[in-house]
């Protein structure tokens, strides 16, 4: 996928984000932020009010480039499969990932923005990831490079390690049932756990290496891990949906479809990947 003959997705990205920062500080408030739609997304969730209104901001910018001349299929965590004009082309929203820090005014959430030319991981050419806690906007196009807000993230960093285990690592899905049935493995190969509620986020902690690995405790959506597993790629980390032998073949979709893991380094994948998930 080459920037330079695509559409504007960058540029879409960006005005879609500054949308949703927007609207989430015109609701700052947990009693406005919780308030929902009484109505169930295409991705199964509850819809708060506020992942209604951030899906209409990407929408917005989606039409836009639609008139301009882009086809592409969109699939969105509130709205499912939308087609403008072109099944080939996959966009994989999720208007706020991690809806239930936002809702609680907990600092990690962010819109996450996949743009693939084929339907699995592996296609994915442009991935953008927001977090508005933070302020930080992360970037990749395949085989470019990735940066942090505008800065070259590097390839070459490699992991920490602490008494032979991974200094530290992320989790997500962070249900106590399955924090518990994993902790034992987890314990084994990681010193410090943290889990900051965002799946794309956590994923890009690791392309900075700030995290050293991170794995989901049970299957993940393509919507929470499409853009940011080509982030970490593009940093020199190494990912795997270990449901598949493939490591990127899982569907661009929205069904949970498999874990994901990923490291810094190849030993650290192996290592995560032991871990027992749903």
Same mark, same amino acid.
């Given at each position: ?34 308030? +929902? ?16 209104? $951030? +899906?209409? &901001? ?19 965590? +509130? ?109 084994? &190969? ?35 891990? $499409? ?21 990127? $073949? ?9 874990? &994901? ?18």
């Amino acid at each position: 996928m080459d920037p330079a003959s695509s559409p504007d997705w960058l540029g879409a990205c960006r005005r879609a984000a500054a949308g949703i920062r927007d609207l989430l500080a015109d609701r700052p408030t947990i009693a406005e932020r919780v308030e +929902e739609t009484g109505t169930t997304g295409e991705g199964g969730d509850q819809t708060l009010i506020i992942d209604e209104a $951030a +899906e209409d &901001v990407v929408f917005e910018e989606l039409e836009r480039l639609h008139r301009e001349g882009a086809r592409f299929t969109a699939v969105s965590e +509130e709205r499912g499969s939308v087609e403008f004009g072109d099944g080939e082309v996959v966009v994989v929203i999720d208007p706020i990932d991690g809806s239930l820090n936002a809702k609680r005014g907990l600092p990690h959430h962010a819109v996450s923005i996949a743009v693939a030319d084929g339907p699995t991981m592996a296609d994915v050419g442009f991935g953008f990831v927001q977090d508005f806690g933070p302020h930080e906007e992360w970037v990749a196009w395949r085989d470019r490079g990735a940066t942090l807000n505008g800065m070259s993230l590097d390839r070459d960093l490699g992991e920490r390690r602490v008494r032979g285990r991974l200094e530290v690592v992320g989790v997500e899905s962070a249900d106590p049932r399955w924090f518990v049935a994993s902790a034992d493995e987890l314990e084994q &190969v990681a010193h410090r756990i943290r889990a900051i509620g965002t799946m794309a986020s956590a994923i890009c902690q690791v392309a900075a290496a700030r995290f050293d690995g991170m794995v989901s405790l049970r299957n993940c959506r393509a919507v929470d891990a $499409a853009a940011a597993q080509l982030i970490a790629r593009e940093a020199g980390a190494h990912v795997a949906f270990i449901a598949y032998d493939d490591p990127l $073949a899982a569907p661009l979709d929205l069904e949970p479809h498999s874990p &994901v893991v990923v490291a810094r380094t190849l030993e650290g994948l192996a290592e995560l990947s032991r871990v027992p998930v749903r």
